[in-house]
């Protein structure tokens, strides 16, 4: 399965792009906002596409031609404003689900976060993050896609322990990054992730058994 990951620079995406390209099952191709960024990927041989989430619907959907599936990994990040908060983890993450659409992709997987589906547990201090990655979710599940949500609590900068938990309705957490980007591996080779949503988290289960088990 070709994957296109948008948002490859981002640190959950580089981690998944290096899996996916380490993997014997899928190709990937990363999708980047600015040219500089392509030389540390296709130094690995890795196919890279320009475009950008505050583009068109046509961009995207030319940078996910021939792919078979699409990964949103991307975020405006906690330095930036709340117009980017809006444009990208909002309305950027929309025309990926409507160009993936128009692109005849019929798989795609959303990195969401913990509690994005609760209103009630919405912490105050970044309650526009959480508006934004609600509807943008919404959106998919309207979608004609066969979706995969995953919702992962607080993301972490360190070594993976390759164990998670996954539930519907989990309150508090967090996992480290390249944990989270393993999981979405883990959904590409499993159907039965096909329109599920979940709340993630590090736990006591090994990924590919948590998957299964969904």
């Not at 117009?83 to 909002?90: F, R, S």
Request: glycine content about 8%.
């Amino acid at each position: 399965m070709k994957v296109l990951v948008v948002g490859a620079n981002g640190q959950i995406g580089k981690h998944l792009v290096d899996l996916l390209n380490e993997s014997t099952d899928h190709e990937v191709r990363a999708m980047l906002r600015k040219p500089e960024q392509t030389a540390q990927f296709e130094e690995r041989g890795i196919e890279t596409v320009i475009a950008s989430l505050e583009g068109s619907v046509e961009d995207i959907v030319s940078a996910a031609k021939g792919c078979e599936a699409v990964v949103f990994a991307a975020g405006s990040g906690g330095h930036t404003g709340l117009d980017k908060t809006l444009l990208v983890d909002l309305d950027g993450a929309v025309k990926t689900v409507e160009a993936s659409e128009q692109a005849g992709i019929d798989r795609f997987i959303m990195v969401s976060a913990l509690q994005a589906n609760n209103r009630e547990n919405w912490a105050d201090v970044i309650k526009p993050y959480y508006v934004a990655k609600h509807y943008a979710d919404r959106a998919l599940l309207q979608s004609s896609l066969n979706y995969t949500i995953i919702r992962p609590g607080g993301l972490l900068n360190e070594l993976g322990t390759g164990k998670i938990e996954i539930a519907d309705n989990l309150k508090t957490g967090s996992i480290p990054r390249i944990d989270v980007a393993k999981t979405i591996l883990a959904c590409l080779n499993e159907k039965n992730t096909f329109k599920k949503s979940f709340d993630l988290i590090s736990g006591d289960t090994e990924i590919e058994e948590a998957i299964k088990e969904v």
